[in-house]
């Protein structure tokens, strides 16, 4: 299996600032890279997939980057609704993995 | 706006048998654009993938679940279900289906673009 590893693990931010999430893997997966958004007892969102295309109603101050091993998921201009846990996720190879989770919290 | 429920007890008990069932909206479980699958998050944890399924009935499951885990389809009914066979309070968690977009064709390796809101199930005697 793909080990997914997330870091931070958990960050304080203020609104405005600018937030960086990385998700490196335990195998190169080309940009098979997927980020999602989970508030706390909802669903996860999906927000980016491919690494770095956006999701069709997500705001532009989310942006994803990176390839092989290393991914990036950028919040330009934190907002209060963005306060939330991001997981990022492969559709390389079977079993589909998630990785642990960045919880994004109010300074 | 395709939409997701999940429905199914709540609780079950040590050994016995999980049953849930996805209903989607519209008649959109007969797109072979799309596979659907299930997710699953216990108390304070991570993602974990289930499995998915094509509206034709093909199905893949996370080998780590596979002796326990059976999916299928009912396009009669635009649902798709999932059983988990001889829980343990290891299978306690929200259970979450959802669309799959594919990135390579026919297989399950995709993302989930539409999720359902979620159900509880605890595994307790």
């Known amino acids: 299996d793909i080990q997914m590893t997330q870091s931070p693990s958990s960050l304080s931010a203020s609104v405005g600032d600018r937030v960086s999430i990385t998700c490196r893997t335990s195998?190169?997966?080309?940009?098979?890279l997927n980020w999602y958004q989970q508030k706390s007892g909802k669903a996860p969102k999906l927000l980016i997939f491919?690494?770095?295309s956006l999701q069709s109603g997500v705001p532009s101050r989310f942006g994803g980057s990176g390839s092989g091993t290393e991914f990036t998921l950028v919040i330009s201009g934190l907002q209060p609704e963005d306060f939330a846990t991001y997981f990022c996720q492969q559709s390389y190879s079977p079993p589909l993995t998630f990785g642990g989770g960045t919880k994004v919290e109010i300074k | 706006q395709l939409q997701l429920q999940e429905s199914g007890p709540g609780l079950v008990k040590p050994s016995e048998t999980l049953s849930l069932t996805c209903t989607v909206s519209h008649d959109f479980i007969s797109s072979n654009s799309y596979f659907w699958g299930w997710i699953r998050q216990p108390p304070g944890k991570g993602l974990e993938w289930i499995g998915t399924i094509f509206y034709s009935g093909s199905t893949f499951y996370n080998p780590s679940l596979k002796s326990r885990v059976s999916m299928s389809v009912d396009t009669s009914k635009t649902q798709f279900s999932l059983k988990v066979t001889s829980v343990t309070a290891a299978d306690t968690a929200v259970y979450y289906c959802?669309?799959?977009?594919?990135?390579?064709?026919?297989?399950?390796?995709?993302?989930?673009?539409?999720w359902g809101p979620g159900t509880v199930v605890t595994v307790s005697s």
């Open positions: 195998q190169s997966i080309s940009t098979y």
């Open positions: 491919s690494a770095s």
């Open positions: 959802a669309r799959v977009e594919t990135v390579v064709p026919g297989t399950e390796l995709g993302y989930f673009d539409y």
